[in-house]
């Protein structure tokens, strides 16, 4: 499949020596040649200029930078003021979300949700902006039912998305079941599987606990009995993710998108596995 891609994600630094080394992480990772680099946005813009110094840090150097933009706790007006910003700077692409409220924030906004942002977006912008959305193979953890779910999905595609990363998964049959369920309901964009590479257990629990993605039982047990073994952990780990990562390449998928989490060595370590 000759017009695969690949794309990393990084968080915005908040301090000095963050921003150093995110610059060494991009540094690492950048003879990868990723098609973009998306860089995450707190919701209700609590991390705003950290994105934006990001991305135009990243298209100084040469590679396309997506940023995140949530709606949740926002208005059309400070969403408009954004979007004039990427587009004054040359951004043509955006990871458009509802995102989480943070706590203590009592105002949702004028957005309820992910496809109303991206409708404005189209409104506002035209087709100047690559707009992708987010998709849970393993069921969005507040939606009411799986229906419920993959019909959200379906009107975010709808509403000018022209494609979606999926929340990180271990279970390939997941992402399968949901691809196949969408395009039964008339979805053809590219559905990129997103790829978690932590090889940390108590963060990786955590972090999947949070977002609704499971770990199979015998990889928790596995991740148990190694105990304080980082090594061990961190071998586990990137054996189990790798055999993903090539079952989903030998199915036909669109790409990989790989969540960083501003460190290089993970994802280069399953690059090089997986010999792209």
């Known amino acids: 499949m000759t017009d695969r891609y690949y794309s990393f994600e990084f968080f915005p630094p908040k301090t000095a020596e963050g921003a150093e080394k995110l610059r060494n992480t991009r540094a690492q990772l950048a003879p990868l040649q990723p098609k973009y680099i998306s860089v995450t946005f707190g919701a209700g813009g609590t991390t705003q200029r950290g994105t934006l110094d990001a991305v135009l840090e990243i298209q100084r150097e040469g590679i396309e930078a997506a940023p995140h933009l949530s709606c949740v706790g926002s208005s059309r007006e400070s969403i408009r003021d954004i979007l004039k910003t990427y587009r004054d700077n040359g951004i043509r692409h955006i990871v458009a979300l509802r995102g989480d409220m943070p706590s203590g924030m009592g105002d949702i906004g004028e957005f309820r949700y992910a496809n109303e942002l991206v409708e404005f977006i189209r409104a506002e912008t035209g087709d100047w902006f690559n707009i992708e ?8 953890p507040q939606a009411r039912s799986p229906r419920h779910d993959l019909d959200n999905f379906v009107r975010k595609v709808k509403a000018g ?6 929340q990180y998964f271990f279970n390939a049959d997941a992402y399968f079941r949901f691809v196949d369920d969408v395009r039964a309901m008339g979805v053809e964009v590219p559905i990129v599987p997103g ?21 199979p039982r015998w990889v928790a047990k596995r991740l148990e009995s190694f105990g304080d073994d980082k090594e061990s952990i961190r071998a586990f780990v990137l054996d189990v993710v790798t055999a993903l990562c090539e079952r989903l390449l030998a199915s036909g998928v ?5 969540y960083t989490l501003n460190t290089a060595g993970a994802t280069k370590a399953i690059w090089q596995r997986l010999k792209l």
């Open 161 to 166: 998305a022209n494609s979606a990363i999926t």
């Open 133 to 140: 959305v987010a998709a849970y193979p393993e069921y969005h």
């Open 254 to 258: 669109p790409g990989l998108h790989f």
């Open 195 to 215: 790829i978690m590479p932590i090889t940390n257990h108590s963060q990786l629990m955590r972090f999947s606990e949070m977002c609704g993605a499971e770990v």
